[in-house]
Each structure stands twice: as structure tokens, then as C-alpha cells.
């Protein structure tokens, strides 16, 4: 019979003094091991990516990389300005974000306000399933089915352009914004939306002045790491952006992007050693930069704007 006297840290420091079982010992080395492999191999690729954009600078000149819009490796007189590469990326993402933002919002907020479990258990796994396609299949049907399309209604679009990868790209991404978002407002207190129609609120002036604000971090961590996703996506803007490097505002053209570039050199176009070869690690860091800086934005915004309750 247990002592009441006897404190519960008292009860733990006695238990904790008890033999260890095999498992007590050995779990927390793997799990330490398992984490400890995860930081080497971020460290690695890291290292490998600065030591081989360092051997690429060492041939060609930094200002002619940050300064300069032509990207041309494969000619006489090679040019390697990067901003070709990153515009044609950009507009990808914007597209794809204009897309996604709405749509996987509005989905978010009707899984989370609206909808029925009847409806839910429909709609959340057809999102699922949405989110496990493989991206090669988005390219493939932007190429063959989205690209099409477009041109019966505008004969002026090119093959390869960007509007059409940017649509796919932004459908990709919408369950990852619809999901974290939907999260971000099931995790708003049910009292708030009790003491909001109590005063006399509607539905959706409860969205629009409680739950929205209150899950206003969740949601805008959700928008940044989509756009860091679709700056990512490599397969769909291979297939059907194109590979022209282009500086010009234009969608209706072949563009290419910064995987687009990376994927067409992986594949053979240049031999090992080579400028053009040590070229994709300074795209690839140039790229790493970018996605980096957008995981940190998400981090601040989600440390920012929390609300705790």
C-alpha cells in the first residue's frame, strides 16, 4: 500500500532508481544515433554543395552570376547570369501561388467551419490522395492535357510556357495550404466560437473576426512553405516550362527555371568537371538560399503571430 506521505517526485526518483531493462538503455543510443545521422547528412549536403559552388566561382566571376540576366553555358562564350533562371522560377511560383492560395484556403476553411463529417471524411482523403501524386504525372498532364487546353482558348500561348506548369504546381501545393491551415483553425478553442455566437455573431462573422486572426500564424506558415515547395518542384517545370532562359516578363514563352536547369545538365548535357558542369551546385546553393530563407520567414512568422490559449 502506498504511503500518501510519500511525494510524486519522490515515487519517480525511487522508480527511476530501480534496474534498467535492455530496452531503457538501448532505445535512446538509436534514437540519438538516427538524429545524430540526420544533422551529418544535412552537413554534408550542405559541404558539397559550397565546396563545388566554390569551384565554380573560381572559373567564373561572382559579378557576372549576380549582375547579369543572360544565361547561355553551352555557347562559344559561355554566360552565366542567374536572374534567367530565377525570374523563370518566380513566375512559376506566383502562379502557382495565386492558384493555391484561394483554393486551398477556401478548402481549408470549409473542412474546418463548414463542412459535415460526411463531407469531410469525402473531402480530406481526396486531398490526400491529391498530395500523393507523383510529380512526374502533374508534368505530364500539364504537358499533354492543361497545355492543350489553353491554347484552344488562346492559340497565342507557346508549347512550353509558364501559365500552364504555374496551374499545375499551384494544384500540388493546395493540400499542403489546406491542410496546415485547416489544423491552424481546429486548433482555435471551441469557447471562442461559443462566446462569439453568444454575442449575437454569425457563422461567418465568427470566421472572419475569431477564427481567422487566431489562426492568422498557422495560415501564413502554411502560404510560405507552399511558395518554398513550388520554388522546389523540379519534374512539372521540366516537362512543360521548357528550357529557355528568359529575363522577360512574358508567360506565354518557354522559360526555365532553376531545377528545370539542374535537370537538363544532370542528364548528360555536360561533361564532369566542366564550367557547365560545376554550374548546377551554384544553381543548386543559389536554389538551397532560397528555400532556406522562405523556411526561416515561415519560422518567424509562426514564432510572431502564435496565439497561445
Excluded: C
Excluded at 224 to 230: D, F, G, K
Amino acid at each position: 500500500m502506498v504511503n500518501n506521505d510519500i511525494s510524486v517526485r519522490e515515487l519517480i526518483a525511487k522508480n527511476n532508481k530501480r534496474k534498467k531493462g535492455i530496452s531503457d538503455k538501448v532505445v535512446p543510443v538509436v534514437l540519438g544515433t538516427i538524429a545524430f545521422i540526420s544533422i551529418l547528412t544535412t552537413i554534408g549536403i550542405v559541404f558539397t554543395l559550397l565546396s563545388e559552388t566554390f569551384t565554380f566561382f573560381s572559373r567564373v566571376s561572382l559579378s557576372q552570376f549576380l549582375l547579369t540576366s543572360e544565361w547561355n553555358p553551352f555557347s562559344s562564350t559561355p554566360k552565366y547570369g542567374i536572374w534567367s533562371l530565377v525570374l523563370g522560377t518566380l513566375k512559376i511560383t506566383l502562379i502557382a501561388t495565386i492558384v493555391a492560395v484561394p483554393l486551398g484556403l477556401g478548402a481549408a476553411i470549409y473542412l474546418s467551419e463548414y463542412a459535415s463529417n460526411r463531407m469531410r471524411a469525402i473531402i480530406k482523403p481526396a486531398l490526400e490522395i491529391l498530395s500523393g501524386i507523383p510529380t512526374i504525372v502533374f508534368g505530364f498532364f500539364a504537358l499533354t492535357f492543361v497545355t492543350p487546353f489553353i491554347r484552344e482558348i488562346f492559340p497565342f500561348i507557346g508549347s512550353f510556357n509558364s501559365i500552364s506548369p504555374g496551374i499545375i504546381v499551384g494544384i500540388m501545393i493546395i493540400p499542403l495550404i489546406s491542410s496546415m491551415s485547416e489544423d491552424a483553425m481546429s486548433s482555435v478553442p471551441h469557447k471562442m466560437r461559443e462566446g462569439a455566437l453568444g454575442l449575437g455573431a454569425t457563422k461567418f462573422e465568427v470566421l472572419a473576426k475569431v477564427i481567422l486572426p487566431a489562426a492568422t500564424s498557422g495560415i501564413m506558415a502554411s502560404i510560405v512553405l507552399a511558395i518554398s515547395r513550388a520554388i522546389g518542384e523540379t519534374m512539372i517545370v521540366s516537362l512543360a516550362a521548357g528550357s529557355t532562359p528568359s529575363a522577360s516578363l512574358d508567360l506565354t514563352s518557354s522559360i526555365q527555371t532553376m531545377t528545370g536547369y539542374i535537370v537538363q545538365v544532370a542528364t548528360g548535357d555536360a561533361t564532369f568537371g566542366s564550367d557547365v558542369y560545376y554550374s548546377i551546385y551554384a544553381v543548386g546553393f543559389t536554389l538551397f538560399m532560397f528555400t532556406l530563407i522562405m523556411n526561416l520567414i515561415s519560422h518567424w512568422i509562426t514564432k510572431r503571430f502564435r496565439e497561445e490559449y
